[in-house]
């Protein structure tokens, strides 16, 4: 019981995680956009978010499976999820380098939804 309860808070700390890393990276993905190519660009980036999440869902669909080998195992899910969380660290310390710091132009264009 103590180990689904620690899946079901881990995938709900994900989950929230996961909803401000996508408005974070289409905002971020769409500033520089001239207005009237937003719904190419809204075309093009929304596609990619649907490919990572199933390339991410695979990945750890594919490390949890080695705990099938092993009834009553959890070792498949806790490998899954550890590697998860340290690729989602490399790829954050990675934004963090090349997200440039400050405020846009007071005359930059804003981003409407």
Same mark, same amino acid.
């Given at each position: 019981?103590?180990?689904?309860?620690?899946?079901?808070?881990?995938? %709900?700390? !994900? *989950?929230?995680?996961?909803? %401000?890393?996508?408005?974070?990276? !289409?905002?971020?993905?769409?500033?520089? &956009?001239? @207005?009237?190519?937003?719904?190419? *660009?809204?075309?093009?980036?929304? @596609?990619?978010h649907e490919l990572g999440a199933a390339l991410? &869902?695979?990945?750890?669909?594919?490390?949890?499976?080695? %705990?099938? *080998?092993? @009834?009553?195992? %959890? !070792?498949?899910?806790?490998?899954?999820?550890?590697?998860?969380?340290?690729?989602a660290l490399g790829v954050a310390v990675i934004? *963090?380098?090349? &997200? @440039?710091?400050?405020?846009?132009a007071a005359d930059a264009p804003r981003f409407?939804?």
């Amino acid at each position: 019981m103590e180990t689904i309860l620690l899946l079901v808070a881990g995938v %709900s700390i !994900t *989950a929230l995680g996961l909803g %401000s890393a996508f408005v974070a990276s !289409t905002t971020t993905a769409m500033s520089p &956009v001239q @207005p009237l190519e937003l719904g190419v *660009a809204s075309g093009i980036i929304n @596609p990619f978010h649907e490919l990572g999440a199933a390339l991410g &869902v695979a990945t750890i669909s594919v490390i949890a499976a080695g %705990s099938l *080998a092993q @009834p009553q195992s %959890s !070792t498949g899910f806790v490998s899954a999820y550890a590697t998860a969380a340290f690729v989602a660290l490399g790829v954050a310390v990675i934004a *963090a380098l090349l &997200v @440039p710091a400050g405020r846009p132009a007071a005359d930059a264009p804003r981003f409407a939804h």
